[in-house]
C-alpha cells in the first residue's frame, strides 16, 4: 500500500516554465523603470546597483547589448526585497492605472474641501499627511478659495492640487 506513495514524484520548486515567466515579468517592470524620469526613480525603494543598472542602460544603443542588459536589471530585482511594493509604485506613475486614477480623485476632493471648508478640511488634511508644510498649504487653500470667490482663474486651485497630490504620494509610498 505504501508502493503508490513511493511512485510520485517529489515536488521540487516551481517550473522551469514558471521561472521563466517570472524572470520575463521583472524583466518587463524594468523596462517600465526605464521609461521613469531621474525623479520618479529617486522615489522608488531601489537598490544603488539597481539605479546604476538603470542609468547604465539608458547609456546603451545597441539592440542585443539593450536585450541582455534588461535580463540584468531583471536578474538585479529578483534580489531586491519587496518587487510587488516596488510594481505598486511603479504603476502609481502610470497615468492609466487604477493607483495613479485613485491618487488623483483623491488629491481632487481634498482640494475641493479646502476651497469650499477652508480651514477645518486643512487640518483634517494635515491629520492624514503629517510631512505637509502647513504654512504652505494653508496660503495654497486661501489664494484658491480667493480664486474661486472672485471667478478668476490665476491658476491657485491647480498649485493647490499639485501639492496636495505630491503630500499624498509621499503618504502612501511611506505606506507600501
Known amino acids: 500500500m505504501n508502493d503508490t506513495?513511493?511512485?510520485l514524484p517529489e515536488y521540487s520548486g516551481p517550473s522551469k516554465s514558471q521561472l521563466k515567466r517570472d524572470m520575463h515579468r521583472l524583466q518587463d517592470l524594468g523596462k517600465r523603470m526605464l521609461?521613469?524620469?531621474?525623479?520618479?526613480?529617486d522615489t522608488l525603494p531601489i537598490s544603488t546597483t539597481l539605479r546604476a543598472a538603470i542609468e547604465e542602460s539608458r547609456r546603451i544603443r545597441q539592440n542585443e547589448a539593450k536585450r541582455r542588459h534588461l535580463q540584468y536589471i531583471g536578474k538585479i530585482i529578483?534580489?531586491?526585497?519587496?518587487?510587488?511594493?516596488?510594481?505598486?509604485a511603479i504603476d502609481a506613475f502610470d497615468a492609466?492605472?487604477?493607483e495613479h486614477t485613485r491618487r488623483h480623485h483623491l488629491a481632487e476632493r481634498w482640494r475641493d474641501r479646502m476651497i469650499e471648508e477652508g480651514d477645518s478640511a486643512v487640518g483634517e488634511f494635515l491629520n492624514y499627511c503629517t510631512t505637509a508644510d502647513?504654512?504652505?498649504l494653508r496660503n495654497l487653500a486661501r489664494n484658491?478659495?480667493?480664486?474661486?470667490?472672485?471667478?478668476?482663474?490665476?491658476?491657485?486651485?491647480?498649485?493647490?492640487f499639485r501639492y496636495l497630490r505630491?503630500?499624498?504620494?509621499?503618504?502612501?509610498?511611506?505606506?507600501?
Open 5 to 7: 506513495q513511493d511512485d
Open 35 to 41: 521609461e521613469l524620469s531621474n525623479d520618479q526613480l
Open 78 to 88: 529578483r534580489q531586491e526585497d519587496d518587487t510587488e511594493g516596488l510594481t505598486r
Open 96 to 98: 492609466g492605472s487604477e
Open 134 to 136: 502647513i504654512q504652505h
Open 144 to 160: 484658491a478659495r480667493r480664486d474661486m470667490q472672485n471667478e478668476k482663474n490665476t491658476g491657485q486651485p491647480r498649485k493647490l
Open 166 to 176: 505630491e503630500c499624498i504620494d509621499d503618504v502612501e509610498a511611506a505606506s507600501d
